[in-house]
């Protein structure tokens, strides 16, 4: 790891993706925080324009910087989508410089916007790791919890009303089925009662007719006129 003199307001320290550069002191809005630097690719020049890695910062069409070299320390700068430096970049001098577009705390890690060809072709593809595009994504998976707990509280409150009329549902059809039954034993009652007053009357305690009471007693009656004439 290449020394950082003890006067620079960062050092190099461990970060979500390896390594990073994080703020040692407060660095003010608009400041200067490190140039990036390194030997200067022609893109005219064949053995240059073959060199590829990673730290290339392209100035224009034809001047790229090689970052690659250990001197070189704001190559330890990772990207952000919502980053607290910006890369200046002086065409004609064909110089960048990191500068802070945000006062950065003490602790904070310094980062600046890689632009869209970068990103498109190095983050993209394996999820950008930065603070915004993690809270985004963090953002996302709550919604994705939230929805899917709404669906399922929808399909069971549709559930619950589904059952629920089916059972008053099925409460009419018993009730008129009840009722059906009902008419139906009314009749039954109506015609077992006539049945039931003459079975009272007719039996239970022995009611004595008219002619009963009147019959003499004691006395038989001959049972036919050809034997009460023998007998007599
Ligand atoms: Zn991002």
Known sequence: MPEISSSKPYRIGRSKTGLGLFATQKIKKGSKIIRYFGPMLDSKNKK????????????????????????????YINHACRPN????????????????????????????????????????????????????????????????LRLKLKAEKKAAKKADKQAAKDAR?????AKVTTSKAAKRNTLSGVKANAHARGTGKPTKTKAARTKPLGRVQPKSPARANRAS
Not at 173 to 177: H, N, R, S, T, V
């Open 173 to 177: 059809k018993k009730k008129a089925a």
């Open 48 to 75: 240059h324009d073959d060199i590829d890695n990673k730290y290339l910062f392209e100035i224009n069409n034809r001047w790229t910087i090689d970052g690659s070299v250990r001197k070189n320390i704001a190559r």
């Open 85 to 148: 430096a910006e890369s200046d970049v002086s065409s004609r001098k064909r110089k960048v410089v990191i500068r802070a577009i945000k006062t950065i705390e003490p602790g904070e890690e310094i980062n600046y916007d890689y632009g869209t060809d970068y990103f498109k072709i190095f983050l993209k593809p394996i999820g950008c790791k930065c603070d915004h595009c993690e809270k985004k994504r963090a953002k996302k998976r709550a919604e994705a919890r939230a929805e899917k």
